[in-house]
């Protein structure tokens, strides 16, 4: 539903609007009206802080890259102590991947507040993964347009040779079963269809700016309508064909767990009955388990049996986010033959995939930069992009701190979140209520040679205003009514490996309200400005009354 109704009616007219008017973010809204100004500037600080953490990923996976060449990997089993005596006691406590990811990737600190120390390694990732794509962006569009042919080819080669491998792994089943089957009670719950609402944005980049910046080079007769379709189903058709091979590999990890934790029981049943070894077998165990237990109830009580021992509960506990790649697929790569090869493949696609999304995000920041002209002429673009690279690069260390991991996901939760739903509400009421309904379906009948059909109108005045209004009122009631946590990796914890639930300080609460703010924040302040300057323009030479006239704010 958020793909159809908010998803494909808002990168339509992103990319109708910026094929039309041939100008950035900046741009396309200030020729629209003035008072729409402070838009593209919006747009542009959401893809610049979302580019800031976006990038500090990328450095992560050249880490796990460039470790995935050693053989065993480095993360398939705990190095020594100090002392040589015996293994790392924290990595004994969790788990390898665990170890491998929080401990020698992050060096994580167990709060937020405590920053650590730049971590030496994570900062030689991140300048190499800023200084990659700015080697591919240098010539703007050109260089994009090249690296683009690989970077969006590639992942499908892996990802296909991944799907053909993963299928015959054991486990891959049940990973299958797990994704195909719905759990409608999820449904009832608000958070998920926020979620769903807000992610679409991200995964058709709408919002950010880039598009309307890419879509400006297109040529004027381009069947911008055609994109938008083909874009929106190729898209969520390569989602679903990348969660397969997904799926299937968690199906695997978790088929693995399972048989470890009934072999583990298996053992001790053994142990304690003084039993055979392979009398009891994985395919047996629940007839032993209950034969026992009915026939020996007392012995059988003193058995440290594990009862978490369900196919289905090891799924349920797969990791999200940053930790599906940096642990759960970690983690199923080792038990794959050729688990280097595996690794190197898996961690050059999502490099790609990064590489992308990069592109698109630092043209949304480039472009409306460009678009304000406050650039000295002499000044050569490969040294302007340089510049701004630069910068990012610097502010971006804060991700290679100790407390990095913390802030890289109070940015992925909040930038992304509130400020993309208000922009995206008001490029709605900019081009279909200020340019107005009827002057933009001529200019889609001027690009494609046919107006917009009713389902396209519909949604544009009335179906996505609306769901971006109800999802936005509903995403600051659940936020309102809950203080935001964090999970904390403290091997102090009384439930170590698992992290630590933690509330964040009212100074982090702070930031992430700015956070939240800032980009949107330009919208108003240039309406304001410019009316002003209008008003008194208006007072001292008479100037037109119509509030849309682009001259009555010239000067």
């Known amino acids: 539903m958020a793909l159809v109704f908010e998803g494909l009616p808002l990168l339509y007219l992103e990319l109708a609007i910026g094929q039309r008017l041939r100008l950035g973010s900046v741009g396309v809204w200030n020729s629209i009206s003035p008072l729409l100004g402070g838009l593209g500037i919006a747009s542009s600080i959401v893809s610049l802080l979302v580019s800031l953490f976006y990038n500090?990923?990328?450095?992560?996976?050249?880490?796990?890259?460039?470790?995935?060449?050693?053989?065993?990997?480095?993360?398939?089993?705990?190095?020594?102590?100090?002392?040589?005596?015996?293994?790392?006691?924290?990595?004994?406590?969790?788990?390898?991947?665990?170890?491998?990811?929080?401990?020698?990737?992050?060096?994580?600190?167990?709060?937020?507040?405590?920053?650590?120390?730049?971590?030496?390694?994570?900062?030689?990732?991140?300048?190499?993964?800023?200084?990659?794509?700015?080697?591919?962006?240098?010539?703007?569009?050109?260089?994009?347009?090249?690296?683009?042919?690989?970077?969006?080819?590639?992942?499908?080669?892996?990802?296909?040779?991944?799907?053909?491998?993963?299928?015959?792994?054991p486990g891959a089943t049940d990973g299958l079963v797990y994704l195909f089957t719905p759990e409608w009670s999820t449904l009832l719950n608000p958070q998920v269809w926020l979620d769903a609402a807000t992610q679409i944005f991200f995964s058709l980049s709408v919002a950010f700016g880039g598009l309307i910046a890419f879509s400006s080079y297109n040529t004027e007769r381009n069947n911008c309508e055609r994109d938008a379709v083909l874009v929106g189903v190729i898209n969520s058709a390569t989602s679903l064909y990348a969660s397969i091979p997904v799926f299937s590999i968690l199906g695997f990890k978790a088929n693995n767990a399972f048989l470890s934790c009934i072999n583990e029981n298996i053992l001790a049943l053994t142990n304690e009955f003084e039993m055979p070894d392979q009398n009891i077998t994985v395919d047996n165990y629940d007839h032993w388990v209950n034969y026992l237990n009915q026939t020996y109830p007392d012995q059988f009580s003193k058995v440290p049996l594990n009862d978490g021992c369900d196919r289905q509960k090891f799924l349920d506990e797969s990791v999200s986010g940053t930790g599906l790649a940096f642990i759960a697929f970690t983690?199923?790569?080792?038990?794959?033959?050729?688990?280097?090869?595996?690794?190197?493949?898996?961690?050059?696609?999502?490099?790609?995939?990064?590489?992308?999304?990069?592109?698109?995000?630092?043209?949304?920041?480039?472009?409306?930069?460009?678009?304000?002209?406050?650039?000295?002429?002499w000044l050569p673009d490969e040294i302007f992009t340089a510049i701004v690279f630069i910068l990012c690069c610097a502010v971006a260390l804060i991700f290679a701190l100790g407390s990095g991991n913390y802030w890289v996901e109070v940015f992925n939760s909040y930038v992304g979140s509130v400020p993309l739903l208000i922009i995206a509400l008001f490029e709605l009421i900019g081009v279909i209520y200020i340019r107005g309904m009827k002057t933009f379906?001529?200019?889609?009948?001027?690009?494609?040679?046919?107006?917009?059909?009713?389902?396209?109108?519909?949604?544009?005045?009335?179906?996505?205003p609306l769901l971006l209004l109800v999802v936005f009122i509903f995403y600051v009631a659940v936020q309102a009514r809950k203080h935001p946590t964090y999970p904390a990796w403290n091997p102090d914890y009384v439930d170590f490996p698992k992290t630590e639930t933690k509330s964040y300080p009212d100074w982090v609460f702070a930031i992430i309200v700015l956070l939240c703010s800032v980009p949107v924040i330009p919208i108003p302040l240039v309406a304001i400005y410019r009316l002003i300057r209008r008003i008194m323009r208006r007072s001292s030479h008479h100037a037109d009354s119509n509030p849309y006239n682009n001259y009555a704010f010239e000067g």
Not at 65 to 74: A, E, V
Not at 337 to 365: D, H, K, R, T, Y
């Open 331 to 377: 983690e199923a790569v080792i038990a794959m033959p050729g688990s280097q090869v595996w690794a190197i493949l898996f961690f050059v696609m999502l490099f790609s995939l990064g590489l992308s999304s990069m592109f698109g995000n630092m043209e949304g920041v480039l472009t409306p930069i460009r678009d304000l002209k406050v650039l000295p002429k």
């Open 441 to 464: 379906s001529d200019d889609i009948y001027f690009m494609t040679g046919r107006r917009p059909n009713i389902f396209w109108k519909a949604c544009w005045m009335v179906i996505s």
């Open 56 to 169: 500090t990923i990328l450095a992560w996976v050249l880490w796990y890259f460039f470790h995935s060449f050693q053989n065993p990997l480095p993360w398939s089993s705990c190095p020594l102590n100090v002392n040589r005596t015996g293994y790392n006691v924290e990595c004994e406590k969790s788990t390898p991947v665990d170890y491998f990811w929080y401990r020698e990737t992050l060096n994580i600190t167990d709060d937020i507040e405590i920053s650590g120390s730049l971590q030496w390694w994570m900062v030689l990732c991140l300048v190499s993964a800023w200084f990659i794509v700015y080697i591919c962006a240098i010539k703007g569009i050109d260089s994009i347009g090249k690296a683009v042919y690989v970077t969006s080819t590639f992942p499908y080669l892996v990802l296909t040779i991944f799907l053909i491998y993963a299928l015959t792994l």
